[in-house]
């Protein structure tokens, strides 16, 4: 059988050795054979620092965001062939989906969120500038930029696909080189998307290497600028976080390890109610999905005490009607575990639960397949356990990574908060209830040990995505036994690639490093008016002053009456008076904003496109009738949209009054041509 190749220093490797075999997961017959023998992995770094990492921080936030687009579009075209590559892992196809829809999913995610997230840049600007003098020449910001390493991304065997693309892109959009190493029972699937990834053309060459085989000396390798990302058993997560290179360079180190997952019935969840239903559907999807094998997956079904026996019943009921075999036939409801040895493990595990629990639906040593070898396949039968005494050890520390979960009792709010506390971090859990104050007691009570929490009801059933699927703009990680680490998470999961530094200077310093004008730095006051001027021709600092504009008593009646807006303070003298923030009639805020917006507007057609809002405002000197207004207005931020004759322009405004107090500072969010043509 064919040995697989690994993409290393530019190139594809092959290991002279024979390698080992890899077993189709419901057959038994050899896929393909795996090796790493003679890879120089501290070249694989030097390569990914050298070449792959330069290239990405020559792009910009949003051009990164692009290049995912087009590669989670490029895969698309290839989903057939993966899914039916991904039938030898013993995926269904609904299982192939989860995991290779999934994967091409969080590509597109994260390049909608760079897009929208992330200035068009290569520096992300983490909060307010922070003034650290009292004449606002010296200030810091922070900044965070790529770090300079690589991002070595070690993954579990249970998805091939979706495990590698959600490390990979929160890396790449961050501007970091990656360096992926699959576990090897489904290396194969991992391979050829590798090699479609490489084939499309599409990614900068050393922003992503592919490791086939054993990781040999890579962590010895490892430097402060590099990331190790891991998906496993947390024996193997402790063991990797403890390396002495790791140790030594404080690594950033994220584990995503053991789980054991609860969902939690509410005592209002009776049976005949939706909840009811909702919470036996669940988890008897979350034991059969993948064949159990997902970190996510429910292990701890918390029941009310008095309403275990019609759960079981009902579970049972339906996984009666779970049909176990070869994947690629289409009666078949749930495939193989991913190996012999898996099932094995599984098996193990559940000895140890058997000795506290009891069995309600399945047989742990055998199980009926349809169209296949029963022992040559990696095969077994959902097992839904039930265990009396919830404060058992056992179902709150073993693991059976399978289609396996244990019913568990509990009798009041406080205990099962308790209960759900000793799987000692979790990577997610549910509640399941229309009772929303028990929701939000169970919620605050178990968040702490928790990454991610569902609270599932007929409200939001049918728009839930389930228990266990991870979502790339939410948390997926947890503390604890979970690992302790997060993956994904949005722009969250970018930052986690970046360094946060802290900048002091001066205001035009800052700007310059930014690229973002901060107030005190030098203003461009020409004679063309910045509203004239296409987005290639603005510059950061170009700015219009404007005014001054007479506010008159007629001003503030007038706008009072138009809009209907005759709060007291503009309206009634006397009771104004009484205001001890006013002392009088004062102008409307917005009156105040649409007199600046009328000061410093360019009427005529020309490259700005469209106003299309406001950030930041806040009034922070009231207006008087004769008070006189300015406004000065300076482009702030510019910010190309990649694939659009546009982009946006953020603009810093400053309206003061005569004796120069600021009565309003904003943000003014514009549309600007990239050019004059654009606007023709």
């Not at 946006?648 to 514009?670: H, N």
Request: glycine share 10%; aromatic share 6%; net charge negative.
């Amino acid at each position: 059988m064919a040995l697989l190749r690994s993409y290393v220093a530019g190139g594809w490797y092959t290991a002279p050795d024979e390698g080992v075999a890899l077993h189709d997961a419901t057959t038994g017959e050899e896929v393909a054979r795996i090796s790493s023998t003679g890879i120089d992995m501290a070249a694989a770094l030097a390569h990914g620092r050298t070449v792959g990492g330069p290239a990405l921080r020559e792009l910009t936030f949003h051009q990164r965001a692009a290049l995912l687009k087009a590669l989670g579009s490029s895969l698309r075209e290839h989903r057939e062939e993966l899914y039916a590559l991904s039938t030898r892992t013993g995926a269904t196809l609904g299982d192939s989906r989860f995991d290779i829809d999934g994967g091409i999913g969080v590509l597109l995610s994260y390049a909608s969120k760079g897009r929208r997230e992330l200035p068009n840049g290569t520096v992300y600007v983490d909060g307010a500038v922070e003034p650290l003098g009292k004449g606002g020449t010296f200030l810091g910001q922070h900044i965070e930029t790529p770090l300079r390493g690589v991002a070595i991304q070690i993954n579990a065997f249970n998805f091939p696909v979706w495990g590698p693309l959600e490390k990979f892109a929160p890396a790449f959009l961050a501007g970091v080189p990656s360096l992926v190493k699959p576990a090897s029972q489904t290396a194969y699937l991992t391979a050829r998307l590798v090699e479609l990834i490489i084939d499309s053309g599409l990614l900068p060459e050393g922003s992503l290497q592919f490791v086939c085989g054993s990781v040999g000396d890579l962590l010895d390798q490892v430097t402060e600028q590099d990331l190790v990302s891991f998906t496993g058993s947390a024996a193997t997560a402790n063991k990797l976080r403890a390396h002495p290179a790791i140790v030594r360079n404080s690594v950033r180190f994220n584990a995503e390890a053991d789980s054991l997952n609860c969902s939690i019935l509410g005592p209002d969840a009776t049976p005949g109610t939706t909840e009811f239903d909702l919470f036996v559907k669940q988890l008897v999807t979350e034991m059969t999905v993948k064949a159990g094998q997902k970190c996510t997956a429910i292990r701890r079904a918390f029941v009310p005490a008095e309403l275990m026996d019609p759960v079981a019943e009902a579970a049972g009921a339906r996984l009666a009607k779970v049909s176990v075999g070869n994947p690629a036939n289409g009666e078949v409801r749930m495939g193989a575990l991913a190996s012999l040895e898996q099932r094995e493990e599984v098996r193990r595990s559940l000895k140890s639960l058997l000795s506290v629990a009891t069995v309600v639906f399945g047989d742990p040593e055998q199980v009926e397949v349809i169209d296949a070898d029963a022992e040559r396949g990696a095969f077994v039968s959902p097992v839904l356990l039930r265990c009396e005494d919830p404060d058992e050890a056992a179902p709150h520390e073993v693991e059976a990574f399978g289609p396996v979960a244990t019913l568990l009792p509990y009798t009041s709010t406080a205990q099962v908060i308790e209960l759900a506390a000793k799987g000692a971090g979790s990577l997610v859990g549910s509640i399941v209830t229309g009772d929303v104050d028990f929701a939000r007691e169970v919620v605050l009570g178990i968040a702490p040990w928790h990454g991610r929490l569902l609270v599932l009801d007929a409200t939001d059933a049918k728009e839930s995505t389930g228990h266990g699927s991870p979502l790339p703009a939410l948390a997926h990680g947890g503390p604890g036994r979970a690992g302790g680490g997060e993956e994904m998470g949005g722009i969250h999961g970018v930052r986690h690639h970046l360094q946060r530094t802290a900048v002091q200077g001066s205001p035009a310093l800052l700007s310059k490093v930014t690229g973002r004008w901060v107030a005190g730095a030098d203003r461009n006051t020409g004679t063309e008016h910045p509203f004239r001027k296409s987005l290639t021709e603005l510059r950061v600092g170009d700015s219009v002053t404007a005014g001054p504009r007479l506010v008159s008593r007629a001003d503030v009646d007038h706008f009072a009456e138009f809009t209907g807006d005759t709060f007291y303070a503009h309206t009634d003298e006397e009771a104004a008076k009484a205001n001890p923030l006013f002392g009088g009639i004062v102008a409307h805020g917005y009156l105040v904003v649409s007199l600046a917006a009328g000061l410093f507007v360019s009427p005529e057609p020309g490259p700005v496109l469209a106003n299309y809002g406001l950030e930041n405002l806040r009034f922070l000197t009231p207006v008087y009738p004769g008070d006189e207004l300015t406004v000065t207005l300076t482009a702030k931020q510019i910010t190309p949209r990649e694939n659009a004759d546009y982009g946006e322009v953020r603009w810093d405004a400053d309206v003061t009054k005569q004796d120069g107090s600021s009565a309003a500072k904003y943000d003014v969010l514009t549309l600007v041509a990239k050019t004059l043509a654009a606007n023709s």
